[in-house]
């Protein structure tokens, strides 16, 4: 009854950026918890940042000072913006919001990060 539909990828040099967007819609209220999660191939699903209702931020080591987490409540859209990427970035991201203590998951959106 939410979905959750990521945009935004793509393929990127490494040192540059993308912004990925998350955008809710459904029965959301209560909204909790919103984070990005990645899974390259091989490997499990990370979390990458993660933020609370009350705009507490939570990043993996790997994109600290990287990657910025926001959100706009009032669109229920969560956002990403991924800075100075690396080859290592690469991988699937995906949404995952919080409501009422049950996740939700995006489909996804491939980032490349190649030269």
């Known amino acids: 009854q939410v979905q959750l539909v990521e945009s935004g990828g793509g393929l990127v040099q490494p040192g540059g950026s993308l912004r990925l967007s998350c955008a809710g819609s459904g029965s959301i209220f209560r909204l909790l918890r919103m984070g990005w999660y990645r899974q390259a191939p091989g490997k499990p699903r990370e979390l990458v940042a993660d933020i609370t209702s009350v705009g507490s931020t939570n990043y993996a080591e790997s994109v600290k000072g990287r990657f910025t987490i926001s959100g706009d409540n009032a669109k229920n859209t969560l956002y990403l913006q991924m800075n100075s990427l690396k080859p290592e970035d690469t991988a699937v991201y995906y949404c995952?919001?919080?409501?009422?203590?049950?996740?939700?998951w995006g489909q996804g959106t491939q980032v490349t990060v190649s030269s």
């Open positions: 995952k919001f919080v409501v009422n203590y049950v996740h939700y």
